[in-house]
């Protein structure tokens, strides 16, 4: 039977806390109740006030490896799934549990084991969160590249379940390729170690890849040995406001036919700059009806300067070098998200398309409302074509479940995204909102490849169950 299939008994959770208890008393672990209902959500499957989940799942917090290894093995004698997470910042369910079931927190694996300078590596536990590495580093003059919208309470352990991208991705990469080797606890409590602490090598197939992003189906990451590079010498802000969505989505591909590679491009429309001046008392729609805001870094900054600056204003953009603390203000703005109104419902997510098809996709959205009856804006990292949409429709305070047009709009949008050329999600990952989305993306052949690495590695299914695949 396979993995996607079997059914892994669910009676086993009391007598697994008697087991740890008796067989690793020094673990902290608390058991199924009200206290860890928030171990039954993620950031972005959160309930409404009222209508949380009475009982969470039980959690443990092993502070060494050798525990991780205890609870797993425990946890497949019992026959109990184990749900790995990290800071739960989580965007699309991969990280949420049900009550029956035992959630390994990484919290406690929080050490930064090594720096290297000179090899410009470092050597992490899974719960070091990315802002405290890049503090660490940057007195060395380093960084790590990667940086989610979340990077300042998200771990480098749910950065890799995940593949989490963020700004920078544009000219740095997705987490993937910050990542170079990794230590994984697998279903029966072994510990291996895959990938190389060299920036090359193709010695076998390439697990590091295939972990990274698998949202903690195939294992428990407990050490990550990840890329760092040199802070740049210089950054500096350069915004372009447009007197339309239309007119800025299409000003992107201004960007990509100059010779300037920006380390970030972000592209927010008109709703999405109201949305900010709302919640935040800005200016932003005062000075333009759609945004692009790019930073570049490193050297030749002054050149990589003229050459944007007159590719945007040739796009038809109001071009501005920003200021130090005016280009400050612009991206905690564009950081800070957006406001709705605590009587309408939203849906958010992710969908990515080659970064020439951005503007077709922001181009459906009027379609789309009509459809539905619903309002859609969006923010894309326009430098790898990873838009973030959210869907608003007015409802009732509290009306639960959410109106279908909601999901239905958001669907429509996913489907846009692959007619395309795009994928279900670029960064957010699948979880459990979009198992059936991935499902139209995936052809069977591909679908069936995938649970049989599964079944391979996690025969009895023990891992996060119901979850990516």
Known sequence: MSASTATVPRTGLSALLDDIERDAPGIDVRPSSPGTAEYAHDAGTAPRQGTGTTDGPAVAFPATVGEVQQLVRLAARHGVSVVPRGAGTGLSGGAVAHADQLVVSTDRLNRIVEVSPADEVAVVEPGVLNATLNEHLAPLGLFYAPDPASWRISTIGGNIATNAGGLRCAKYGVTRESVLALDVVLADGSLVSIGHRSIKGVTGLDLVSLFVGSEGVLGIVVGATVRIRPLPVARRTVSAFFDSTPAGAAAIG???????????????????????????????????????LIELDGFGIDEQTAELTTALAAAGGRVQVESGPDAE?????????????????????????????????????????????????????????????????????????????????????????????????????????????????????????????????????????????
């Open 254 to 292: 201004a960007i990509t036919a100059s010779r300037v590679r920006p380390s970030v491009i972000e592209f927010l429309d008109e709703p999405t700059l109201e949305g900010i001046d709302a919640a935040n008392d800005s200016g932003l729609r005062a000075r333009g009806a759609a945004l692009l």
């Open 329 to 469: 203000v612009l991206w905690e703005l564009r950081r800070s998200g957006r406001r709705f109104d605590e009587g309408s419902w939203f849906v958010g997510g992710d969908v990515a398309v080659p970064k020439s098809r951005i503007a077709e996709v922001f181009a459906a959205f009027p379609a789309i409302e009509a459809r539905h009856g619903v309002a859609v804006s969006a923010v894309a990292h326009a430098g790898d074509g990873n838009l973030h949409p959210v869907v608003t429709l007015p409802v009732p305070a509290g009306a639960d479940p959410a109106p279908a047009a909601l999901h239905e709009a958001a669907d429509d949008i996913v489907r846009t995204a692959l007619a395309l050329g795009g994928t279900v999600s670029g960064e957010h990952g699948i979880g459990t909102v979009k198992r059936a989305l991935a499902a139209e993306e995936l052809a069977a052949r591909v679908r069936s490849a995938q649970l049989a690495i599964k079944d391979a590695l996690d025969p009895a299914g023990l891992f996060n169950p119901g979850k990516a695949l």
